[in-house]
């Protein structure tokens, strides 16, 4: 079972940092993504890392702005999202798969809640 959590109001050009953690089997087990989805939109991946730490991927909306990256304790996954636009306010996911790591939602069967980011203009 996953649990996002950091979602919150800030304005433009601020950072908010959100964390994924993980219940059960530890997250090093998987490779994790963060999706996120805005009213009226389909969900779209962001970004990507694997279960080792030693790659990302991520989606040319935020690359330079959000950084992915594995905590020191093995059950959390963080992106770190810097120079926030009005147009990153969505829900926030973050999933899991133990299959090569994708951009496609559907690679992943293990979802947590979803977390609210907005960023004010």
């Known amino acids: 079972q996953l649990q996002a959590s950091g979602g919150g109001l800030v304005q433009a050009g601020g950072s908010l940092g959100l964390s994924c953690a993980a219940s059960?089997?530890?997250?090093?087990?998987?490779?994790v993504a963060w999706f996120r989805q805005a009213p009226g939109k389909e969900r779209e991946f962001v970004s990507a890392?694997?279960?080792?730490?030693?790659?990302?991927l991520s989606a040319d909306s935020v690359k330079g702005r959000f950084t992915i990256f594995r905590g020191n304790a093995k059950n959390m996954v963080a992106l770190q999202m810097n120079s926030l636009k009005p147009e990153d306010t969505a829900v926030y996911y973050c999933?899991?798969?133990?299959?090569?790591?994708?951009?496609?939602?559907?690679?992943?069967?293990?979802w947590g809640q979803g977390t609210q980011v907005t960023v004010s203009s």
């Open positions: 059960g089997r530890p997250l090093s087990a998987y490779n």
């Open positions: 890392i694997t279960w080792s730490g030693g790659s990302t």
């Open positions: 999933a899991a798969t133990e299959v090569p790591v994708s951009t496609r939602s559907s690679s992943y069967p293990y």
